[in-house]
């Protein structure tokens, strides 16, 4: 079962600093000086989305989602870009985008198969796709937010939902992408994210994935759930001396140019 995930903005920039590097160390990657038209697809509450414009100060920028709630905060977050609604299945762009950027957000749909050569065919010439998706389906982190669903009183409100789904193998994507780019760059990068605060490997996945979950639960049951997985997650994360939580995270990059 999946559905339609409520975001919460303040959740998810609570850990803002450890989500941005990845999305530098994308850009850092994206070799366009002076493009003209630039989309930031899944661009949340928008935090992602001013650097962009900071990077391309000339360039018209439109943020896209599907999220009502991650529009509104962005759309005050970077006031002198432009944002829409919209689905990353079904999205195009209103002329062709010379970058289409997309930080931490593909992951959440399925059929890439489909979705990456699509993406790649909307762009300009010369245009590049750039994309951060995190590879995190077997760290306790994700594993133990099925385990805990099916066990216990919430079990049978969370009977088959699932979260972001498994991306496909970074051989999958350099297949799709190698016919049709003039460049293609493939990397992966395991990040060891310093969190501070009591149980924070459940804050930082009640921000991202462990939305779909909580979704489905209200009031008492909720709060148990958060606790049993927080629980769960202990013994994997254990906090250090300084009382900070270490949280090792998988990520894969791709910059593939038209
Ligand atoms: C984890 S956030 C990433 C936000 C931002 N790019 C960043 O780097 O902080 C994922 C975003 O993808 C959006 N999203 C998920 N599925 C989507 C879909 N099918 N179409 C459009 N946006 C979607 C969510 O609403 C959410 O804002």
Redesign the pocket.
């Known amino acids: 079962m999946s559905h339609t995930?409520t975001?919460d903005p303040r959740q998810?920039?609570q850990f803002?600093n450890e989500?941005?590097r990845?999305?530098l160390d994308l850009l850092a990657q994206v070799p366009l000086a002076t493009p003209t038209r630039v989309v930031?697809?899944?661009?949340?509450?928008?935090?992602?989305?001013t650097i962009l414009r900071q990077r391309f100060p000339a360039a018209e920028i439109v943020g896209?989602?599907?999220?009502p709630?991650?529009?509104a905060k962005a759309r005050s977050a970077a006031p002198d870009c432009r944002f829409v609604?919209?689905?990353?299945?079904t999205?195009r762009p209103e002329a062709p985008p010379d970058l289409i950027y997309?930080?931490?957000?593909?992951h959440?749909?399925g059929a890439h198969e489909t979705l990456f050569p699509r993406l790649f065919g909307l762009l300009a010439p010369g245009g590049v796709l750039a994309v951060?998706m995190p590879a995190m389906h077997d760290a306790p982190l994700r594993r133990l937010q099925l385990a805990v669903a099916a066990e216990g009183p919430w079990a049978p409100h969370l009977a088959g939902e699932v979260s972001?789904r498994e991306i496909l193998s970074t051989g999958a994507y350099y297949d799709l992408l190698r016919p049709l780019a003039s460049r293609l760059d493939l990397w992966e990068t395991t990040y060891l994210h310093v969190l501070q605060g009591e149980d924070a490997v459940m804050q930082w996945a009640a921000?991202?994935s462990l939305r779909p979950f909580l979704d489905r639960l209200e009031g008492q049951l909720q709060a148990d759930f958060r606790a049993a997985y927080a629980a769960a997650l202990r013994p994997h994360y254990p906090r250090r001396s300084d009382g900070a939580t270490l949280l090792p995270f998988r990520r894969l990059f791709l910059v593939a140019i038209r």
């Open positions: 995930v975001w998810y920039l803002s989500r941005q990845p999305a930031d697809l899944g661009c949340g509450p928008g935090n992602v989305t896209v989602d599907s999220s709630d991650m529009l609604q919209g689905d990353f299945a999205w997309s930080n931490a957000a593909l959440w749909v951060q972001a921000g991202s």
